[in-house]
T-cell receptor, first 117, second 112 residues
Framework: GAVVSQHPSRVICKSGTSVKIECRSL??????MFWYRQFPKKSLMLMAT?????????EQGVEKDKFLINHASLTLSTLTVTSAHPEDSSFYIC?????????????FGPGTRLTVT | GQNIDQPTEMTATEGAIVQINCTYQ??????LFWYQQHAGEAPTFLSY????GLEEKGRFSSFLSRSKGYSYLLLKELQMKDSASYLC?????????????FGTGTLLAVQP
């Protein structure tokens, strides 16, 4: 089946620093990738949609200069949290949809837990 | 605006049946999904409904009424491992975007 990985699985960083999270589709080409964040005991909130080779589309209220998304290849998308603050601490999950796949299916990565101290 | 509502928490007994409801009001509709998520893990796909009616898949069934903006997930023969969060999500557009809007999630606790 379609497998999506994320790296790192957990990261702790100091306030003011930047951290990069990678999302990879391991056995398929992902034409579209999605980034979500999830607060404890809350549901997933879509942050942005990225298509390979084009700029990401951000949801309302998500700062594009703070959450930099790059989808440089069909198997890799990255989310960089710039100048991180404690309120950015969250569980970040990516998902991917593959070319030729069922239009309704997204495959989720295992998530990255970010803690900003 | 987009609004997807589910009960926050539910408790059920092992071996029993539980129904988790979801109501939605979205600007568009192109399918409703149910996902299961264990704590600290990624959501896993359970079901997809785009037409009215019941879709059955083993112990899990999902129902959709588009006119009422309503869906439910039915879990039969509950097992302890079914303790998890259940997320209702609506796909609000067609084509390549495939954007999902998630509900608040229902935390199900299965007790012996």
């Amino acid at each position: 089946g379609a497998v999506v990985s994320q790296h790192p699985s957990r990261v702790i960083c100091k306030s003011g620093t930047s951290v990069k999270i990678e999302c990879r589709s391991l056995d398929f080409q992902a034409t579209t990738m999605f980034w979500y964040r999830q607060f404890p005991k809350k549901s997933l909130m879509l942050m942005a949609t990225s298509n390979e080779g084009s700029k990401a589309t951000y949801e309302q209220g998500v700062e594009k200069d703070k959450f930099l998304i790059n989808h440089a290849s069909l198997t890799l998308s990255t989310l960089t949290v710039t100048s991180a603050h404690p309120e950015d601490s969250s569980f970040y999950i990516c998902s991917a949809r593959y070319r030729g796949g069922h239009p309704y299916e997204q495959y989720f990565g295992p998530g990255t837990r970010l803690t900003v101290t | 605006g987009q609004n997807i509502d589910q009960p926050t928490e539910m408790t059920a007994t092992e071996g029993a049946i539980v129904q988790i409801n979801c109501t939605y009001q979205t600007s568009g509709f192109n399918g409703l999904f149910w996902y299961q998520q264990h704590a600290g893990e990624a959501p896993t796909f359970l079901s997809y409904n785009v037409l009215d009616g019941l879709e059955e898949k083993g112990r899990f069934s999902s129902f959709l009424s588009r006119s009422k903006g309503y869906s439910y997930l039915l879990l039969k023969e509950l097992q302890m491992k079914d303790s998890a969060s259940y997320l209702c999500a609506v796909r609000d557009g067609g084509g390549a975007t495939n954007k999902l809007i998630f509900g608040t999630g229902t935390l199900l606790a299965v007790q012996p």
